[in-house]
């Protein structure tokens, strides 16, 4: 019988592995924020146009990129950021698995413009559909631009899947802000079609939030804090009287990354027993810490799912400091801006 295994070529593998990676224009940006965060940035810049169809534009003051580093960052399982498994265990950054840049070089036209702080000229790199079309010298502020056109212009079938304007503008949106929330020290801006829709300064976490859902939100806001050998707890629940008819203010970050986990929900919502209306969901804005040795992100590839060593142990201490700053609340309003 004739062989037929055969290893796929790399273009073709990054179009299957950006699949995953890349479901619509909103999973670029959160890709590409991730990384001007993980490079230091600390004025991020996103520019979108058509909802981000057309194009997606990132630019950071972080640290750059060499020239050798400006090609091998689109290679596939290419990273500054891990070296062995081990490190998987106490990651510091956003990013880890070499994938992202890859995948979206696979599935739009991309154009690169980096320079580190010790260099006098930046490196101008375009690639399409995994090709470097060029690669020259060029003169570009310290930092990284990145400018995503054309997403899926190779897959159609992806392309036609992906939903209005206004359906794909909410996505960039909430990406958007979950970013922001988790990283209120940096400075943020987002704008769509040439107008401006979020201009964030470097603020504390309470004006940030006041900053993205309007003033209104401050007096709803109440702190929590905890620390215990497991979890350090920090961040606001909202007044129970100010709870919505939907879900849309409702995020945990752990170690400072947007997650979901309906077990977590959980907690908080056993926490407002008795204090809600029927429908109603409180809003919070809970920042976990943990030791990275005891929760595994690897588990899906957009990495807002974690796995913990104690889920248990976390969901009652989630749910007695909740319920405790919630019962010292009604006893003594805080109202207390420097948090
Ligand atoms: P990962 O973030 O998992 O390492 P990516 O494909 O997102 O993988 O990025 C590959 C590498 O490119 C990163 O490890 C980093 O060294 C470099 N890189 C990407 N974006 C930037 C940026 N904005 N500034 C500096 N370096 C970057
Ligand atoms: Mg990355």
């Known amino acids: 019988m004739n062989d037929v295994i055969h290893l796929l070529p790399d273009h073709v593998a990054n179009q299957i592995a950006a699949g995953e990676v890349v479901q619509r224009p909103a999973s670029v940006i959160k890709e590409l924020l991730e990384n001007s965060i993980d490079a230091g940035g600390q004025n991020i810049k996103v520019l979108v146009k058509e909802a981000g169809k057309t194009l997606i534009q990132v630019t950071d003051d972080g640290k750059g990129m060499s020239l050798t580093d400006a090609r091998m ?30 995948s979206i070089a696979a599935i739009a036209h991309v154009e690169m413009k980096t320079r580190p702080g010790d260099e006098e000229l930046g490196t101008c790199i375009k ?44 996505h960039i949106i909430d990406e958007f802000q979950r970013v922001a929330l988790a990283h209120p020290g940096i400075q943020f801006s987002l704008f769509h079609n040439g107008s401006e829709l979020f201009q964030l300064p470097e603020s504390n976490l309470r004006q940030r939030i006041v900053n993205i ?4 939100t ?31 203010e409702q995020f945990f970050f752990v170690n400072d990354r947007f997650i979901k986990s309906p077990y977590l929900n959980h907690a908080v919502t056993a926490a407002f027993e008795g204090l809600l ?20 992100i690897n588990i899906h590839p957009t990495k807002t799912q974690i796995k913990f060593d104690d889920e248990h142990a976390l969901y009652t201490i989630l749910r007695s400091s909740i319920k405790h700053s919630l019962g010292q609340f009604n006893v003594a309003p805080v109202l207390d801006f420097d948090r």
């Open 277 to 296: 209306k029927d429908k109603a969901y409180p809003s919070y804005f809970l920042y976990l810490q943990v030791d990275p040795k005891s929760i595994d």
């Open 218 to 248: 401050n007096e709803k806001l109440v702190p929590v804090t905890e620390e215990t050998d497991i979890i350090g707890i920090n961040g606001f629940v909202g007044k129970p009287e100010f709870a919505k008819k939907s879900r849309g």
């Open 73 to 102: 960052c689109f290679e596939r399982h290419a990273t500054s950021k891990i070296n062995t498994a081990e490190d998987l265990f106490s990651l510091k950054t956003k990013g880890f698995r070499g994938e992202a840049l890859a």
């Open 127 to 170: 690639i399409e559909g995994s090709e470097v079309v060029s690669q020259e010298p060029c003169v570009t502020p310290e930092g990284t631009t990145i400018c995503v056109k054309n997403l899926f212009y190779n897959i159609p079938a992806r392309r036609n899947f992906l939903k209005s304007d206004t359906v794909e503008l909410r």
């Open 213 to 216: 859902f309007g003033g209104k």
